[in-house]
Nanobody, 120 residues
Framework: VQLVESGGGLVQPGGSLRLSCAAS????????MAWFRQAPGSQRELVAA???????NYAASVKGRFTISRDDVTNTAYLQMNSLKHEDTAVYYC???????????????WGQGTQVTVSS
């Protein structure tokens, strides 16, 4: 299973970015798709998650500004980030929890990360 992230970059405070994460490989289904982030000197933290049923969960620091969504046809997760702040600067990682098509076993996978920098 491979996760390919895109959409990171440099943006001014108050700006917007949209991250994408495309999953490919032997996947029967994806239970949860999530975004984590890690700033320098900090631990990786959950930003947002969405289940196969559409339930979402957000970190308090991004609630009302970020929106997570998923496309189960293309196995792609999105993170729309609005009203970005300096403190949103971090490497953003995609994470999925799914069922392998060949094994029938639950698996977890991480993307390689994409840098988001909020700076004027």
């Amino acid at each position: 299973v491979q996760l390919v992230e895109s959409g990171g970059g440099l943006v001014q405070p108050g700006g917007s970015l949209r991250l994408s994460c495309a999953a490919s490989g032997s996947i029967l289904s994806i239970k949860t798709m999530a975004w984590f982030r890690q700033a320098p000197g900090s631990q990786r933290e959950l930003v947002a998650a969405v289940t196969s049923g559409g339930s979402t969960n957000y970190a308090a620091s991004v609630k009302g500004r970020f929106t997570i969504s998923r496309d189960d046809v293309t196995n792609t997760a999105y993170l729309q980030m609005n009203s970005l702040k300096h403190e949103d600067t971090a490497v953003y990682y995609c994470n999925i929890l799914g069922i392998g098509a060949d094994s029938g076993v639950e698996f977890g996978a991480w993307g390689q990360g994409t840098q988001v920098t909020v700076s004027s």
